[in-house]
């Protein structure tokens, strides 16, 4: 028999950016719990709105099936004395289980025979074992930031007011933090005035939540605005600027959402276009409308919790607060622009970077030099506009715009630049030098914004490994691991082909003093850590978890060269010969010895030692495939590489089946050794191919 389990947690408005997280550990949380207990059911289905956490789990078994467990005693050695007798051991467990002897039975267990029996133990209720495991299950749950509000101290990300738990046509009884679960819940606070129903079942939960103006499906939702950002748009004869990022936030800002728009005054239009977007999305949650050229408007677009029918109030407050917030980034622009730039690159000797690492200004030294460093390194042509835009591109932090809309750093940089009339290379350079932020986010477009974003990145990554401040579990104050991700993704992106251990040398030496650890220890860290973000952005791009393997390793140093790699193996790994030829190198793995691999080469290679043709032909064929195999790698054309490679499939093929490789005599069989591994070093510093798995899955 199945029943339908509907839980509901009630609170205070939950902060939009927990909603998701918390639901998705509640559900897990929930799901582990019924698979722990082997309480069959359909999937759980999840729900939350700013006041509710819902879930939803139809058919489920209302009781535990039955099982037996084995329960065993004394060996039977010490059951049994010499003539089989029963000793005091054997009765004495019979005794302690209520049993006689006659109902025990010797049985074959991993550490041998013991006297025991099998006991049945019946399934408990899912009534008794929610009614036990919910709240242990509440109180379980993780959040950035909690909330104590009750006597018995209880921590949740906001206070909770009421809890529905029906199983089927039961109420699961558990108290949590004060509140006793029942069968009721609540309207939206406002537009029904928080009115208080039963819920019988899910079927009517649904008609009557909405009936009291709550969606509560975020799906339905984000439809909804959607929708209605569309449709305000095109009334006003514009369209919505996309910012997915916005439109996921206020789905879990509101319970039941419409939209009204509203203007501001045409003189602010004269602020630069992503000051005004900034003022309005960030502060204040609005969608900026532009029109068919992409120039803003001075309208806007607002979600809010309303079922409409006090529009005209709602848009007049919101007109009134947005005015007073454009007038303070209309003041800051002006304000700003009488300190130049170059003005402010003083004050940054009163911001701090990282308290061991010095200030900004340091760091902006830091970033002159190693920026020219990268950039004599790929040889570009203004050479003098990037260390110029080095020097300039923290400048931005001590404007009172930036101090007021941090999303803007970098930003108004490039916008203040600009206005200051600094080439154009200078003010896109400190623009763009912030991005990429996330995996999502583009590089940037010009090649002195990549150098940038790289040397920035790159200098707070060394900088915080060389004073041992490498990132644990969750704790990452400096971000590092979002850093790495983004200086690797320009790498990639921008097709930069560059060695970080060449960089890496550089920035570490403009640490001085500042380091506490040595240079090998740091770079061993940061090449460690360079790795996992390597194995996460390839895995993410689709690549096999053996391709990533056998190139991540060796070719890590240069990221660019590493996804070339990676990019041969994908498309040659479907022919057969290159498979196979990857499972000999396996093979020639597993017999060498780490040692030998280590000094076995051509050099050591005694020809006059060959007993078969077989042993000649493999010789013959590495020493005319080794240089090809070198060129084609120096000119980075690794598909070929991989195909010379793939070639070799007769020959390995043949030296298997004919050679027996650890020979009785040492020195031939040392020269075998010496021949397979001057193979495997021929290919070894391009790829590592014994890791490819045959019929290998999709990362």
Sequence with gaps: MSVE??????????????????????QQKLTDTLQEHSLAHDAIQSFATPRRLLLVA?????????????????????????????????????????????????????????LGFEKRISGKTAFELLARDLPVLLGSLDFPKSMRWEPSRFLFVRPIRWILCRLGAEIVPFTVAGVTADGFTYGHRILSGNDRFEVASFASYKLEILNRKVRFDAQ????????????????????????PKLLNLVVHLNEFPSVVCGCFAEDFLRLPKEVLVTV?????????????????????????????????QIRAGHERVLKARLADASFFWDVDRKVTLEGRVARLERVIFQQKLGTMQEKTQRLVALAGFVGQALRVSNLDEL???????????????????????????????????????????????????????????????????????????????????????????????RQTLGLTKVLLDKEISISLEKIFRKSFSLFK?????????????????????????????????????????????????????????????????????????????????????????????????????????LYADISKLRPKVRRAARSGNYARAFELMASLRPTIDRFFDRVLVMAEEPRVRANRLSLLASLLQTFLAIADVSEIVAGAKEA
């Design 513 to 617: 003093k500042k380091a506490t650890r040595s240079y090998a220890e740091t770079w061993q860290d940061v090449a460690v850590f360079v790795k996992d973000r390597l194995r996460y952005i390839f895995k993410e791009q689709g690549f096999r978890y053996d391709e990533i393997n056998s190139v991540v390793e060796i070719a890590f140093d240069n990221p660019f060269d590493c996804l070339e790699r990676l990019r041969a193996i994908a498309s040659l790994r479907s022919s057969a010969d290159f498979e196979v030829v990857a499972q000999g190198f396996k093979r020639i793995k597993n017999i060498l010895p780490k040692p030998g691999l280590e000094v076995a080469g051509e050099l050591q290679l005694d020809d006059s030692l060959f007993e078969f043709e077989e042993e000649r032909q």
């Design 387 to 481: 260390r110029q835009a080095a020097r300039l591109c923290k400048a931005d932090l001590t404007t009172d715009m930036v101090k007021e809309f941090t999303d803007l750093q970098g930003i108004m940089g490039g916008l203040y630049a600009r206005a200051e009339e600094h080439p154009t290379a200078v003010a896109d350079a400190i623009y763009e030098h912030y991005r990429p932020a996330t995996l999502d986010d583009a590089a940037p477009e010009t090649m002195g914004g990549a150098i940038l974003s790289v040397v920035d990145k790159l200098d707070s990554v060394v900088g915080a490994f060389a004073i041992g401040q490498v990132p644990t579990g969750s704790k990452d104050p400096l971000a590092l691991r």
């Design 220 to 243: 339905d939702r984000l439809e909804r605005i959607r929708l209605d950002l569309d449709s305000e748009a095109e009334t006003q004869g514009a369209k919505v600027l996309p910012d």
């Design 58 to 114: 139809a058919h489920l078994e209302v009781q535990q099936p039955d099982r037996t467990e084995i329960v065993t005693g004394p060996p039977q050695s010490a059951a049994f004395d010499a003539a089989n007798n029963p000793t005091n051991a054997a009765r004495g467990f019979a005794a302690k289980h209520y049993l006689t002897l006659d109902q025990l039975q010797c049985l074959q267990t991993e550490k041998g025979v013991y």
């Design 280 to 312: 309005m999305r960030e502060h204040q949650k609005y969608f900026s409308l532009v029109d068919g050229a992409g120039r803003l408007l001075p309208r806007f677009l607002a979600v809010v919790d309303s079922d409409g029918s006090h529009a005209a």
């Design 5 to 26: 389990l509907i839980l509901e947690v009630g609170c205070e408005e939950i902060p939009a950016r927990y909603v998701e997280s918390t639901l998705g550990q509640l």
